[in-house]
């Protein structure tokens, strides 16, 4: 899931001051789980907004309302009707969100709640670790389900690196080199002989470093 | 034994039923201050619940210390079930701590706007 952590309330506070009647839109999916941007958090950011501004003195027009998602049509579109009264939303999704929300309501300023981070995984409750950097073509048959492009500093192909130490990645001790992990995989799953199979070039143009990307189905447009 | 008459009591079967909105709530809606009373670390009937609300009153305290309403209005305190006078002493403590801290700024400022 997309991984995101709350903004400093200060730096929202900053963001809305000169706002008479906000929205604190939150979203179901995502952020929920990293419990940055769910229902919760809308809640607690839109109480603590409303005791801060009463404490200046001014008496704002604070709602709460969590959609599902903020990246669906259908699902911005359920607001459509109560948008005229708010002169400003604060949205919780990640960065998508927050994007296609402002696409759709062009004319209400929309801030953004949380700082998306990463692709990545509960580990445990309170630590949420990155796993993929939609690199647009998956190598994880080759590596054992481990990902080089993203747990690999280096992000190379085949094999570690000279700086690869006691299972450790040269540039943190805490670490873990990714293909030391790949290798210990792949002898688990008893298929060490593929490790010796050199990974062609890889294609980096699907990569984010080629411009922004899409996905299109003809298939299933309308 | 006494204690302070202008403390609500609001019983929970644990403390861990507190969540961080029910104390935000509070202070938004004009209390002076909110304490949570929750069993001895290591004695909760739960396993945890108080370990939560300790968590969880630090977080109230951590916002409204940005807000400018003040940490020390909330706080966590822990004994065990039998111990009344206890009770009333940290009823008498958090009292006094309040009338230091003087009222809710809220209040005052929904006063003035009203």
């Known amino acids: ?222 | 034994m006494q204690y302070p008459p202008d403390i609500k009591i609001i019983l929970v079967p644990c403390t861990g039923k507190i969540d961080v909105l029910h104390i935000l709530h509070a202070f938004e809606k004009g209390a002076d201050g909110v304490y949570a009373v929750g069993c001895m670390e290591g004695d909760c009937h739960y396993n945890s619940g108080n370990f939560r609300a300790r968590k969880r009153v630090e977080q109230a305290q951590k916002i409204l210390d940005i807000i400018g309403i003040g940490g020390e209005r909330a706080q966590m305190y822990n004994l065990s079930s039998s111990e009344g006078p206890r009770f009333a002493q940290f009823a008498v403590e958090m009292e006094e701590r309040i009338r230091k801290l003087g009222p809710n700024p809220i209040k005052l400022a929904k006063k003035k706007a009203a």
Not at chain 1, 57 to 65: A, C, F, L, P
Not at chain 1, 175 to 187: G, N, P, S, V
Not at chain 1, 199 to 217: F, H, I, N, Y
Request: aromatic share 6%; with cysteine; glycine share 10%.
């Open chain 1, 1 to 222: 899931m997309i991984v995101a952590d709350r903004k400093p309330i200060e730096e929202i506070i900053e963001e809305v001051k000169d706002h008479e009647k906000i929205l604190i839109l939150g979203c179901n999916e995502c952020v929920t789980v990293c419990e940055a941007g769910g229902k919760k958090e809308v809640g607690v950011l839109a109480s603590a907004l409303r005791m801060y501004f009463l404490n200046q003195g001014r008496e704002v027009k604070i709602d709460e309302k969590t959609l599902e998602r903020q990246c669906d049509h259908e699902y911005l579109e359920e607001i459509r009707d109560v948008m005229d009264q708010y002169d400003s939303v604060v949205s919780l999704a990640c960065g998508v969100g927050v994007q296609f929300m402002a696409e759709k309501y062009h004319d209400c300023p929309i801030y953004p709640g949380v700082d998306t981070c990463f692709l990545g995984a509960t580990e445990k409750r309170g630590l949420w670790t990155e796993r993929c950097q939609a690199c647009g073509q998956c190598i994880l048959a080759r590596t054992g389900g481990i990902c080089p492009v993203s747990r690999c500093a280096k992000r190379i192909l085949n094999g570690p690196c000279g700086g690869s130490t006691n299972g450790k990645c040269e540039i943190n001790k805490e670490l873990d080199c990714a293909w030391q992990l790949i290798i210990d995989r792949l002898k688990a799953l008893g298929k060490i002989d593929e490790y010796e199979k050199l990974s062609p070039l890889k294609d980096w143009s699907t990569e984010r470093a080629g411009g922004p990307r899409k996905v299109v189905r003809e298939d299933v447009q309308e």
